[in-house]
């Protein structure tokens, strides 16, 4: 049966013309509704498998409000915009569309947002299916184990976390009579850790009452959950006391509060909150209800009439750091951002499983990094992690660099050798570039998705395998689909979980941790003494924009300890953006690793400067290797080495 799918569009010209396009390519289109008032009941009626959604539209209603209520019914849904500011933009994109569409836009890149949306939404209810069922079962075992408050809350907080994100949780209980209200909470400062904040505290803070936790007409007179995502000033008047002051407090810009009631008719309130405006959606609301029986379950037994009396957490000057579980894996990742934090949360989730994961993010943003954790974090660490450049590979050697190839099968090739997949056998294949890997690649690959199977270049020999595929890229891959330099259904299988790492101007609260972590490693490894980082290093790297991420703040950091005397502390010898630093000295090369340092710095330097001049190409005439007079395989080595990346050499 053909999908479904409604247009919610004010402008007709625009809406004929979608359904033109959508209906010769064999979907149906169920109705063209005009506003967000006319769209709810159409959406009762015909069910749509898709919704095309512009965000303006006629009636009071913007499309983005219609998004949450497609959100928690499961109903994917792209966007139709043109014009539209940053700020409804970002809006738009907080409500985790299926895709956006730019007016005017082409025939193809409207199949293609429809055929991504709809593989998707299958992968994505399959995987909140399994999701939910690895809650509740955590949840039955956290109400097994646990018999404190404190440690309850904790635990269920932990567990939580990714699924409705908080930077800080407060849970209050409501006795029917007698003792106050109570409540503390847990404020969330890195990936494991936890700030408690007892009772006590949470009533200093700006001069909480205890039954604050409870002050909230709305709640009080109506079902078990509320949200207020605008943050402190435009929710205002929709505020109480409580949560005005720890929205000043802490910062806080969103906040989702859920009920459960107990059998005695204690009230039990879990308030969570985010520092990201516009974070709760209905969804979160809908999972929480479904979990509310096990929620209820712990709650009778952490506060209800036969819970253990609550040793309150002390009132401290200095709040205690509960670290819950350290996951050693992450100890190479430097920085707490939340967005990192976030991050780091999707790859304890998707870790365990055996699925492919596809890490996206600007260049030097991590992503190895992060594709090792996921191997680590495995069933499969103790097999081999195995990196693939796909932009380093010459393309006549792909095939067999990945699948191996048989004695003879070219010339060259005068013994059988294993390819990478087999090398990793039992492990993890890293991706790396996948966006360049050429197309007859990307069907053999397809391949070896679906079949778990790979033949050797030369052989008419299956070899079955069993390899976990992580794949990476800083290109914008659906852009690609509709350029036809991706295909469609290779993106499909490896766009089951996607994770996204941010870029380092939008965590520069890390940029001093990872300055410091980078400078005791450059000072470690030349033997110098680590004297500290500048206060003029330190707000010249804040101000600075990171085009090149991690990568070129490590960089930074190399050639400042290098050209560190070892006693002052370090500094910028030339300023970020290309200029040189007053007061600069001439470079001084001290010791031997110095002058190596140079010699890959001018070497590197040059033959960027020569693939520019070639546009990137390598081979043939006037290509880069013949300028410099190598072996072209000799220089892709040397690019390899160096760390040579096509956004050095292009794009300039
Ligand atoms: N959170 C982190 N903490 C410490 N070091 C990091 C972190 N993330 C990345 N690095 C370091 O930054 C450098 C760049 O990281 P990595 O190679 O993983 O980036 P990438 O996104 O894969 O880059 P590319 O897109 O160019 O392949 C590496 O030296 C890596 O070890």
Known sequence: MSSKILIVEDEFVVANALRMVIKQAGYTVCAIVTSAEEAEPAIQKYKPDIVLLDIHLSGKRTGIDLA?????DNIPFIYLSANSSQKILE????????????????????????????????????????????????????????TD???????????????????????GRKPLQGENCTGFGFLRTGLEEYQVIGNDELIAIAGLTPSCFFENETLNNSPNSLVYNTGIFNDVGKLNEMQKKLFEHFKIESNLIFTVLL?????????????????????????????????????????????????RPPAQEVPIILPASQIPEFDCIVGNHPLLVAT????????????????????????ERIAECIHLLSGRKQAPFITVNCATIPATLVESEL?????????????????????????TIFLDEIGELPLDMQVKLLRVLQEKEIAYVGGNVTKKIDVRIVAATNRNLEKEIAAGNF???????????????????????????????????????????????SQVMLSEMQAYNWPGNIRELENVLERSVILNDGRAELNLKQSLTGNP???????????????????????????????????????????????????PTTLESKIARLGIRRDDFMHL
């Open 487 to 533: 295909r469609l259904d290779l993106y499909y299988r490896l766009n089951i979980f996607p994770i996204t790492l941010p870029p380092l101007r939008e965590r520069k609260s890390d940029i001093k941790a990872l300055a410091t972590y980078f400078a005791n490693k450059y000072c470690n490894e030349f033997n110098k003494k680590f004297t500290g980082i």
């Open 581 to 631: 630093v007053e007061g600069n000295v001439p470079v001084k090369l001290t010791t031997y690793d110095d002058v190596k340092y140079v010699q890959r710095e001018t070497e590197r330097d040059y033959i960027i400067s020569i693939l520019k001049k070639t546009e990137g190409r390598i081979r043939g005439t006037s290509g880069a290797a013949e300028l410099l007079d190598i072996k």
């Open 344 to 367: 780091l949360d999707l790859v304890k989730q998707v870790a365990p499983y055996n699925s492919s994961v596809l890490i996206l993010g600007e260049s030097g943003t991590g992503k």
């Open 149 to 171: 408050p404190v440690q309850g809350v904790l635990k269920i907080t932990h567990l939580l976390q990714p699924y409705v994100p908080n930077d800080l949780i407060i849970s």
């Open 403 to 427: 699948f191996g190839h048989e004695k003879g099968a070219f010339t060259g090739a005068t013994e059988k050798r294993k390819g990478k997949f087999e090398q990793a056998a039992g492990g």
């Open 68 to 72: 949450q209520i497609l959100k928690a």
């Open 91 to 146: 809006e738009a994109k907080a409500t985790e569309p299926y895709g956006f569409l730019v007016k005017p836009f082409r025939e193809k890149d409207v199949l293609v947002a429809l055929d991504i949306a709809s593989y998707r939404c299958k992968n994505s209810l399959e995987s909140k299916l399994r999701r939910e069922q690895f809650l509740q079962d955590k949840l039955i075992d956290i109400s097994n184990e646990v």
């Open 263 to 311: 059998n005695n008719g204690t009230r039990v309130n879990y308030f969570f909150y985010s520092r990201q405006r516009g974070i709760y959606t209905q969804e979160h609301i809908a999972l929480l209800n479904r979990l509310k029986m096990h929620l209820k379950e712990i709650s009778e037994k952490l506060f209800g009439e036969k819970a253990k009396p609550m040793v």
